[in-house]
């Protein structure tokens, strides 16, 4: 049987947004929403937060556990792809599904959905998108229309907009490719709400408004 992990990075000390990952967000502190979305998909074997401050540990719920990380791994010049590989190097799987702090709204639904197309073997990686269908442009160019015959919004060819809500991939498409996408992905629709990012302070106020949002609809049901 093959051996499922996840792991949530996080610092403590971020440069656009300080103390973002603990900042109360609708009464909770930001990262709880990850790591309890996380306690709920019992098809995950070992679940880990990758932090080099034990002071995490007070936040983390039963069901994860606390893996140190080097302190270098909190520079502002460290890429997503050199903390993977780190975590790759300490903890062995066959399939791993990496989540992160600032999509506080990503679903446990989701997680498991996308984790379900990769463990079937019919695609070797999966990860959140948002369609986008709408007239795009790129490198001065409209990207998916013509001008001269402008089709209704519904009819356009959609864009899928890649978000950070959660990436899984097996061992073999970090370790062969350097990539946490392989050459066989599954895209997984997520909504706006699964979407938001928490990266400034503006991003923080939106979450604000939608998580107040979003208790609301669930107490509503």
């Known amino acids: ?12 000390n971020n440069q656009r947004l300080p103390g973002k ?4 967000l609708n009464g909770r502190p930001t990262c709880q929403y ?32 606390f893996l140190k990380r080097d302190t270098y791994l909190d520079g502002y010049e460290v890429k997503g792809l050199e903390i993977i590989e780190h975590f790759v190097r300490d903890i062995d799987a066959d399939i791993y599904v990496l989540t992160h702090v600032t999509q506080p709204f990503t679903k446990a639904e989701s997680i498991k959905q996308a984790l ?7 695609y070797d990686s999966a990860f959140s998108a948002v369609l986008l269908q ?43 490719l350097g990539q ?21 302070a503006e991003d923080f106020k939106f979450a604000e408004a939608v998580a107040a949002y979003l208790d609301k609809e669930s107490v509503g049901k």
Do not use: H
Request: hydrophobic content about 40%.
């Open 34 to 65: 990850i790591f309890d979305t996380i306690a709920k998909v019992d098809t995950i074997d070992e679940k880990y937060v990758y932090c080099s401050d034990e002071a995490i540990v007070d936040y983390i719920p039963d069901g994860l556990n």
């Open 134 to 176: 709408d007239y795009m442009w790129m490198d001065g160019k409209p990207l998916n229309y013509n001008m001269k015959d402008i089709v209704r919004t519904q009819d356009l060819e959609p864009v899928y907009m890649e978000t950070g809500a959660f990436f899984i991939f097996r061992k073999e498409v970090f370790t062969k």
């Open 116 to 122: 379900n197309k990769v463990v079937s073997g019919e």
């Open 1 to 12: 049987m093959e051996k499922v992990v996840s792991f949530i990075p996080i610092k403590l």
């Open 180 to 200: 946490r996408i392989g050459n066989k992905p599954y895209i997984y629709e997520i909504d706006q709400f699964e979407a938001v990012d928490i990266d400034t």
């Open 21 to 24: 990952n603990l900042l109360l």
